[in-house]
């Protein structure tokens, strides 16, 4: 009885965790690229012009590149602001009709991207990209030295949150690092970089970018850990409650133990 208990609340939990509406999106035609940044945002008007313009800086000696923005319905200006900054044809924008969560805005615009290379950070301004030349360097050099999958993880050396934040933040990784065997030093940093087609054979489910680093890990992936900037929010309010990221995690830390309990990767031998 409680295996079946078990299996019923493992369908529940991916059931309502899933969001279908990213697997109707497909990618229209288009060339190519080295990388593509995807930045996931929601009612981020005054935030998303800056942003655009440091991206493109930091990006511009790494090669081909595209960013893509992946609007979750939002209701202020935020899409019309983009549009605005779409001249050089650098610059793509993509739309929910409706709020989906940042997991699923991730998906997207994963999804909708070219690049054999994927960065994202979030749209609010607090991750720098000028770090992202970081971030690639680290990938590069680890692609060279061997053909394992990596993900690289910014960690915030300096966090410019709230002390509630923080603290929540350290709680939470002490006891994703229990239950999960995760020693990522910081997976709640939004800026990473990994290959696509890492990405899209990871476990995709409602919050599963929380988890991406034990997910990568369940994957085989190596962790690349690299010191990053962080800086204050400067216009715009957090979508992030303490009590709902709470409950949330709570809940999904569970059902992603058991993923990682019930993965087997077989040594392939041709």
């Known amino acids: 009885m409680e295996r079946v208990a078990l299996v019923l609340w493992m369908h529940g939990w991916m059931k309502k965790r899933w969001c279908w509406s990213a697997r109707a ?4 035609a288009m060339t190519k690229v080295n990388l593509s940044v995807v930045v996931p945002v929601l009612n981020e008007a005054d935030n998303v012009a800056p942003l655009i313009a440091e991206i493109r800086r930091a990006v511009a000696a790494l090669g081909a590149y595209e960013i893509v923005f992946v609007d979750d319905g939002s209701t202020d200006a935020t899409a019309a602001r983009i549009r605005a900054e779409m001249a050089p044809g ?4 993509v739309q929910h009709k409706t709020r989906c969560g ?50 690289v993880c910014g960690y915030r050396v300096n966090r410019r949150d709230s002390w509630l934040k923080r603290r929540s933040s350290r709680i939470a990784n002490a006891i994703r690092r229990w239950a999960l065997n995760d020693d ?25 970018h929380r988890f ?38 709570i809940d999904d830390l569970w059902g992603v133990a058991w993923l990682m309990r019930r993965m087997r990767r077989p040594e392939v031998v041709e």
């Open 25 to 28: 999106y497909t990618p229209a």
């Open 90 to 93: 650098d610059l793509r924008l």
């Open 184 to 208: 990522t030093r910081d997976t709640g940093c939004s800026l990473k970089l990994y290959r696509r087609e890492l990405f899209l054979r990871l476990p995709h489910f409602d919050h599963n």
């Open 102 to 151: 940042q997991s699923t805005a991730l998906l997207t615009g994963v999804l909708a991207a070219t690049g054999e290379f994927i960065v994202t950070l979030d749209g609010d301004g607090q991750n720098d990209p000028a770090d992202i030349p970081l971030l690639w360097q680290a990938a590069q050099t680890h692609s060279a030295a061997t053909p394992q999958p990596f993900l």
């Open 212 to 249: 991406l680093c034990a997910l990568a890990i369940r994957a085989g992936g190596a962790i690349l850990s690299v010191p990053v900037n962080h800086r204050p929010r400067l216009t715009g309010v957090s979508k992030y409650g303490f009590w709902d990221r709470l409950w949330v995690g």
